[in-house]
């Protein structure tokens, strides 16, 4: 008797208990968006991430899996600021219901002077936000609205787990200080061959100059080449940085025509893989600044 009221309270247990609720589907445009959505999400969300490690959000071409993956998700997190000129026409494709956030939703955006022959001329806006740590954090808060909005029983966590992101991006952007405010302004100046870095630049000190516009399909000239090289050897630039899914030839070149020297890879619009040196948001821009350090300090 005493095994049968014991069965049946179990079974009346499992009955009042509410099922755990499926993770939410989200997907995000590209790697470190895919990372900060994991971070802020926990558990409440199962991510998939169109454009991954190392790749290259600029030259990127939707998929039919991809496709897929849009309209069968619940929340769907872009960058915005033009960083996915395929953004809007893959989502009408797909038929999603999803809701759609874009993560730079408030930054105050840079201009920034297109090349003539890559951009025909003129301003052009600037969509890597994220690289200010400063405007991470507002990506952050964008992510844990549109996730929270989404789903409101697990609201109370992702602002929990959003505010303790947000408190160590604040942290890690006083250590970028720290740590680039000990090298002199004047040799704060470096090539990169991606023009991926005007937040940085702008929220840190640090002069990047570049032979690409803001995109990667750009081909610099011969004359853009010679004029940069003219330029590092005037103002005495010697590191040249390669960026992780850019062609390293272009930089190396650069660096053997001015005298300088490669100082490494810098992750710009993509994170490392699982096993490299940035496979994170926050690892990225650790990696990035130590690396900008050594080769800024060598005399």
């Not at 998939?48 to 071409?61: C, E, I, K, R, S």
């Not at 405007?135 to 697990?154: F, S, T």
């Not at 947000?166 to 942290?171: D, K």
């Not at 090289?229 to 992780?244: L, S, T």
Request: proline content about 5%; charged content about 20%.
């Amino acid at each position: 008797m005493l095994k049968r009221l014991s069965l049946a309270a179990a079974v009346a247990l499992c009955l009042s208990t509410p099922a755990l609720a499926e993770p939410l589907k989200v997907v995000a445009s590209f790697s470190i968006l895919g990372d900060m959505v994991r971070e802020v999400g926990g558990d409440a969300v199962a991510v998939t991430t169109l454009v991954g490690p190392d790749g290259d959000a600029h030259v990127y071409q939707p998929s039919p899996t991809d496709a897929k993956a849009v309209a069968e998700a619940d929340v769907v997190i872009l960058n915005g600021l033009g960083f996915e000129p395929w953004g809007d026409k893959l989502l009408k494709a797909s038929g999603t219901k999803a809701a759609v956030a874009k993560a730079a939703q408030g930054v105050k955006p840079r201009q920034m002077e297109a090349e003539e022959e890559h951009e025909h001329g003129g301003k052009v806006t600037d969509p890597h936000a994220w690289q200010d740590l400063g405007n991470g954090k507002l990506y952050v808060a964008n992510i844990a609205k549109a996730l929270a909005a989404a789903r409101p029983a697990e609201a109370a966590a992702i602002q929990a787990r959003a505010a303790a992101y947000a408190t160590r991006l604040a942290e890690l952007d006083a250590w970028v200080r720290s740590e680039l405010g000990a090298i002199p302004k004047a040799g704060r100046k470096v090539i990169t061959n991606h023009d991926a870095f005007g937040y940085f630049g702008a929220a840190y000190g640090v002069a990047f100059l570049a032979p690409v516009g803001v995109s990667t399909e750009a081909e610099p000239t011969p004359k853009d080449i010679a004029k940069l090289v003219r330029q590092m050897k005037a103002e005495k630039v010697k590191a040249v940085f390669i960026e992780n899914m850019s062609d390293p030839r272009l930089v190396e070149q650069l660096a053997k025509d001015s005298g300088g020297v490669v100082g490494g890879t810098l992750y710009a619009d993509a994170l490392s893989a699982a096993d490299g040196p940035a496979a994170t948001y926050e690892a990225m821009f650790r990696h990035n600044v130590t690396a900008l350090k050594a080769a800024l300090s060598v005399k």
